[in-house]
């Protein structure tokens, strides 16, 4: 079965650092382009950074940028999300994905607030 | 940015009817490998996102077939035929032809 869990979340001042991590079984992670897409309350949907499978490559969105870090450990089959300088606005459930968006991680709420 | 326009923003159907979503997009979706990277994904009221249509018509397995994807270039529609309880929730398109990927921004399914 095909799994991707999400940890990391919670409450966070503006400012502070968080890291997320998703963990995934039940497929050759190393294979897969991964992601972070995210979704603040009442919201739609919003990619945040992706990754290359072996992680040399890497894209952020331009308001994430410098700011957050996606990287990925193959041997441990993990994603990460190194999250900076946080603002209110980042504020929102973050989901782990495969970049064909085949699979899905339950999400970690991240709320950034003083 | 590749904008995708969705239409309606929300849809209310009766269990049986047949609905379509539609998504535009500012840009043509065709890759110049020859393949066109549209999706459709459904959220579920507290779920997350599932994969229903990749490749703008192929059904995700395990996906009932009352779904189905078509389109080309700029157009694309969702169609389900037959609604049932289940299918409650917002669709969404997404492309990754062109960087960065795009979502757009949802239809909400009601069930009357």
């Known amino acids: 079965e095909v799994q991707l869990v999400e940890s990391g979340g919670g409450l966070v001042q503006p400012g502070r650092s968080l890291k997320l991590s998703c963990a995934a079984s039940g497929f050759t992670f190393s294979n897969y382009y991964m992601a972070w897409v995210r979704q603040a309350p009442t919201k739609g949907l919003e990619w945040v950074a992706y990754i290359s499978t072996g992680g040399g490559s890497t894209y952020y969105r331009d308001s994430v940028k410098g700011r957050f870090t996606i990287s990925r450990d193959n041997a441990k089959s993990t994603l990460y999300l190194q999250m900076d300088s946080l603002r209110s606005e980042d504020t929102a459930t973050y989901y782990c994905?495969?970049?064909?968006?085949?699979?899905w991680g339950q999400g970690v709420m991240v709320t950034v607030s003083s | 940015d590749v904008v995708l326009t969705q239409t309606p923003p929300t849809l209310s159907a009766t269990i049986g009817q047949s609905v379509s979503i539609s998504c535009r997009s500012s840009q043509s979706l065709l890759h110049s490998n020859g393949n066109t990277y549209l999706n459709w994904l459904l959220q579920r009221p507290g779920q997350p996102p599932q994969l229903l249509i990749y490749l703008v018509s192929r059904l995700e397995s395990g996906v009932p077939n009352r779904f189905s994807g078509s389109g080309s270039g700029t157009d694309f529609t969702l169609k389900i035929s037959g609604v049932e309880a289940e299918d409650l929730g917002v669709y969404y398109c997404v492309q990754s032809t062109h960087a960065p990927l795009t979502f757009g921004s949802g239809t909400k399914l009601e069930i009357k």
């Open positions: 994905t495969t970049l064909g968006f085949d699979y």
